[in-house]
């Protein structure tokens, strides 16, 4: 059974920093592409960023771009998403998935999600 699990959601000052990580259970190593997506309230879905079974590709959303960085750890099937200059419009709830493939291609679904971790940005 494949559990996935997001830690590391806060409240955070416009203009700082955070950095959420993301365990999956369940899964052969170095098998999968995964990634990040968000949600705050009263708006859509939005996909934040992916990586590649290998860890050399990635793929970001315009809206966070140049700030945020997604990296894994293949020894332990986790990842993690550095987000720096922080906006309020960033506030969201964060979950982390997986691909069904090794490389994210656009518009493709995960096959699993996280439950996911508040993060809000405010003074």
């Known amino acids: 059974q494949v559990r996935v699990v997001e830690s590391g959601g806060e409240l955070v000052q416009p203009g700082g920093s955070l950095k959420l990580s993301c365990a999956a259970s369940g899964l052969p190593p170095m098998s999968y592409a995964m990634g990040w997506f968000r949600q705050a309230p009263e708006k859509e879905r939005e996909f934040v960023g992916s990586?590649?079974?290998?860890?050399?590709?990635?793929y970001y959303g315009s809206s966070v771009k140049g700030r945020f960085t997604i990296s894994r750890d293949h020894a332990e099937t986790a990842v993690y998403l550095q987000m720096n200059n922080l906006k309020p419009e960033d506030t969201a709830i964060y979950y982390c998935v997986v691909f069904g493939e090794s490389y994210y291609y656009l518009g493709s679904e995960p096959t699993h999600w996280g439950q996911g971790t508040q993060v809000t940005v405010s003074s």
């Open positions: 990586i590649s079974w290998n860890g050399l590709s990635t």
